[in-house]
């Protein structure tokens, strides 16, 4: 078409009005078809979190008992540690209803009804039937707890995976498990490693979806032994514990004493550590990349205030700061 400006100047201006119009709509639609969606990145806030982990021996060093200085050792050191999260195993469920009493007296909890859950794993396992299992407590109240088992190993005890997060911070999670002393090979694996993997698996499965966990208990695993090391992150490698593939890193395995494996958690036991008599099964482990800055793990001395030693595993201790998202 050949217009003639002289003579229909209009017809001019309304054709470049029109094309104007198409070149803006289809300036406006190619951001929309050429590039993709941008998710908003998650907000975080990091945490600091002092964890505290026992393996009581609730029934076979203690009988079950609740009077006999265990639950006044436990209460102390929980407060005395300034701990955050406290995670049980081997306990009996009156000594579970007396730890409740013991740190709700003494004002530790900031929710006094919503602090602490438990999961048994013996419906029997304490003297006079009564139940046996494993105990989450937080200073902060807690949300419904994931409560899941683990592959069976043939025996009575059923162990188990036990998780809550915190109600304020439904992102993070605190949980304890205890895995089977059993190597046993039950449908094509060690069902020790079995219970390991599965645990593993479900904390991965939380991290996909932007949940950090921190996890603490009886391992029934030394940190140099190969079933742990798609636990441990490659950044952990030292002749003490090498081989490395996981993602996580345990709270004291920076101590400077066993470096990469960190300090026993019994006072016994076969084989010992690679730094000397003892071994370390009790773990407190956090995701490599939800940590943030430094960590730090300890364990205590096993008290005799128990008329006799309270248990034949130390109480471990650990600090540290994690990203969570809001």
């Not at 494993?134 to 188990?160: C, H, Q, W, Y």
């Not at 993997?197 to 996909?208: D, F, I, M, P």
């Not at 550590?273 to 730090?296: Q, S």
Request: charged content about 15%; glycine content about 10%.
């Amino acid at each position: 078409m050949i217009v003639n400006l002289s003579r229909d100047t209009g017809v001019f201006m309304r054709i470049l009005r029109a094309l104007v119009t198409v070149a803006v709509t289809v300036a406006g639609l190619l951001p929309a078809v050429l590039l993709p969606a941008t998710a908003a990145s998650a907000a975080t806030v990091n945490q600091t979190l002092h964890v505290w982990t026992w393996n009581v021996a609730g029934q076979k060093l203690n009988g079950g008992a609740t009077g006999n200085g265990l639950i006044t050792v436990l209460g102390n050191s929980i407060r005395n540690r300034g701990t955050d999260l406290a995670a049980v195993n081997e306990l009996c469920w009156s000594q579970y209803k007396a730890i409740q009493k013991n740190l709700r007296d003494s004002g530790w909890p900031q929710d006094v009804e919503n602090f602490s859950r438990f999961e048994a794993t013996n419906a029997t396992g304490c003297s006079g039937g009564e139940q046996y299992g494993i105990a989450l407590f937080s200073r902060a109240p807690m949300g419904t707890a994931n409560r899941i088992t683990l592959p069976d190993d043939g025996r009575v005890e059923k162990r188990k995976l036990l998780c809550a997060p915190l109600s304020a911070r439904p992102h993070l999670r605190f949980c304890t498990t205890h895995i089977t002393t059993l190597d046993t090979t039950i449908n094509g694996a060690p069902i020790n490693v079995q219970q390991l993997n599965a645990v593993r698996a479900q904390l991965e499965a939380w991290n996909a979806a932007g949940d950090t966990v921190v996890i603490a208990g009886d391992f029934n695993a030394q940190p140099n032994y190969v079933r742990l090391d798609n636990w441990y992150a490659p950044s952990v490698s030292t002749p003490n514990n090498a081989g490395n593939t996981g993602a996580y890193r345990e709270l004291d395995d920076t101590d400077s004493r066993c470096v990469g494996y960190g300090e026993n958690t019994q006072d016994a036991g076969t084989p010992a550590g690679p730094c000397g008599p003892g071994k370390k099964i009790d773990l407190i482990f956090a995701r490599e990349n939800r940590i943030v800055g430094t960590y730090d793990g300890d364990s205590l001395s096993i008290s005799t205030d128990c008329g006799g030693p309270c248990s034949d595993h130390r109480i471990v201790i650990g600090t540290v700061t994690v990203a969570v998202t809001t």
